[in-house]
Nanobody, 123 residues
């Protein structure tokens, strides 16, 4: 079973940056596309971005496009989400997930999920 552990969340001022990491163990990481999702209080979980197993394909939610970048290092079994120009509305618990090799924005297609890391954007 693939285990995922996110880190890198925290409190940041509007306009600031954070880089989230998601470390995988247990199975062959490079067999999986990876996704990032978030859930704000009182809201449904939403798609943020996804990256294919080889990093050849990446796509993002409109709210993340141009500000967030997903990357991965298969040698380190880790996927990253670089978040720039953060806004208060980016405040949420962020989750990484492992699923189809080419990645997907559909959360029900992901097999494994991390426990989440809190990101708070506030002055």
């Amino acid at each position: 079973q693939l285990q995922l552990v996110e880190s890198g969340g925290g409190l940041v001022q509007p306009g600031g940056s954070l880089r989230l990491s998601c470390a995988a163990s247990g199975l062959t990481f490079s067999n999986y596309g990876m996704g990032w999702f978030r859930q704000a209080p009182g809201k449904e979980r939403e798609f943020v971005g996804t990256i294919s197993w080889s990093s050849a394909f990446r796509w993002y939610a409109s709210s993340a496009k141009g500000r967030f970048t997903a990357s991965r290092d298969n040698a380190k079994n880790t996927v990253y989400l670089q978040m720039n120009s953060l806004k208060p509305e980016d405040t949420a618990v962020y989750y990484c997930a492992a699923g189809p090799r080419l990645g997907t924005q559909l959360d029900n297609e992901y097999e494994y999920w991390g426990q989440g890391t809190q990101v708070t954007v506030s002055s």
